[in-house]
């Protein structure tokens, strides 16, 4: 059986600079390229995931508003929502972020791709998983999911960003798809402290090994 690091969302966007900028983006770094070197070295796999939205992907704030009428002349006025507002439904509205053929889009520029292979999700307006398991490979046309356990993958390592959202996401369905799950502290950085505290709870009573 082998082990899996699976990468997450190393984007620029997510990264300091970035639209939705997770800060300790770019310091962990080193520690996923050292982790990617140790992994293949030893003959295991290593993936990475990556989020690559059409323009108007409807999570955007900027593809949601809210039709009103006009207190003073009656009449129709459009008012945009703001990220991080919610939608009718209670989802969070995000910045615009990794859109297809941006610079956001990018991979870290210091991230060392070499031997890794690529999953993508939420290509489609209407699809916006956090979770690598929600990926497909840009090469074998497999889900992330399908290609771990046709490689006999049985232990899954989780870095990346953020730690409260795609990160937690992909450890959680790591443990639901029946791999041992591990999430490398010092690879993975959150966007808020609460939210950190909450994920890190949430771990230790579901069987996510911090390390």
């Not at 995931?49 to 108007?56: A, C, I, T």
């Not at 207190?71 to 991080?84: A, E, G, S």
């Not at 507002?85 to 060392?112: A, I, M, Q, Y």
């Not at 999430?183 to 009573?205: C, H, M, P, Q, Y």
Request: proline share 3%; with cysteine; glycine share 8%.
């Amino acid at each position: 059986m082998k082990k899996a690091l699976i990468i997450v969302d190393m984007q620029k966007d997510f990264c300091e600079g970035g639209s939705l900028a997770v800060n300790g983006g770019n310091s962990i770094v080193p520690f996923i390229n050292n982790l990617k070197y140790v992994f293949l070295k030893e003959g295991n796999l290593v993936v990475a995931s990556r989020e690559m939205h059409p323009f108007n992907h409807e999570s955007f704030a900027s593809q949601n508003s809210v039709l009103s009428l006009s207190r003073n002349t009656n009449r129709p006025v459009v008012t945009y929502k703001n990220p991080f507002d919610k939608d009718e439904n209670g989802n969070t509205l995000w910045p615009d972020h990794c859109v297809v053929g941006t610079h956001g889009s990018e991979f870290h520029d210091e991230l060392d791709l070499v031997g890794v292979e690529t999953f993508t999700k939420g290509k489609d307006i209407y699809d916006h998983p956090f979770s690598a398991f929600g990926a497909i490979s840009d090469k074998y046309d497999l889900w992330l999911n399908d290609y771990l356990k046709e490689n006999d993958v049985d232990e899954v390592y989780v870095v990346g960003l953020a730690l409260e959202f795609c990160v937690k996401a992909t450890a959680l369905d790591s443990i639901e798809s029946g791999f041992k799950t591990y999430v490398i502290r010092n690879s993975t950085s959150a966007l808020s402290k609460d939210g950190e505290d909450e994920t890190l709870s949430e771990f230790s009573k579901i069987g996510v090994n911090v390390i």
